[in-house]
């Protein structure tokens, strides 16, 4: 168990840490869209749609960090007003409506993805779908700080 436990801490770590490599990366290809528009008067358009679906990625990878540190939209008004003893089930019901809505994420994600595989982002010349993948692989990658974050809850760590 604490194998996994420290495998699902390090996926959390690796995906924080992609998203932010893919924001920074996605900040040089604004600021190259913004030289090249306005100095060079030239915009090269590939730069704004690349670094619009590295966002997106980074955005949906960023979620599992999110989820595992607690700073998605907390309930903890709504438990401070329950006495303990339901407390811990609104955490349960929590953890399990976030599990299920991540596996919605995960099935609708992976079917929009491959409906939209033939089509072609424009000046890229890639699918589609590249874009796509980044709501299951991201819903996929959330689901252990979802439950690292219950297990937490649950030994009182809260």
């Not at 194998?3 to 699902?8: I, K, M, P, Q, R």
């Not at 528009?37 to 997106?56: H, M, P, Q, T, Y």
């Not at 989820?67 to 401070?80: E, H, Y």
């Amino acid at each position: 168990m604490k194998s996994l436990a420290t495998a699902g801490e390090a996926l959390v770590r690796l995906t924080h840490n992609l998203s932010a490599v893919l924001l920074a990366l996605a900040t040089i290809l604004v600021f190259i869209q913004v030289v090249t528009r306005f100095i060079l008067g030239d915009a090269a358009v590939w730069s704004e749609v690349l670094a619009r679906g590295i966002i997106i990625w980074s955005t949906f990878l960023v979620a599992g960090a999110a989820f595992r540190t607690g700073t998605m939209i907390p309930i903890d008004f709504l438990r401070s007003l329950l006495p303990p003893s339901l407390q811990v089930w609104v955490v349960r019901l929590v953890m399990v409506l976030t599990l299920l809505f991540l596996g919605v994420l995960i099935w609708y994600g992976w079917a929009m993805a491959e409906r939209v595989q033939n089509q072609r982002v424009a000046m890229l010349n890639v699918s589609m779908s590249v874009f796509y993948y980044a709501l299951p692989v991201g819903a996929l990658c959330a689901i252990p700080g979802v439950l690292l974050r219950y297990a937490q809850a649950e030994r009182g760590e809260l």
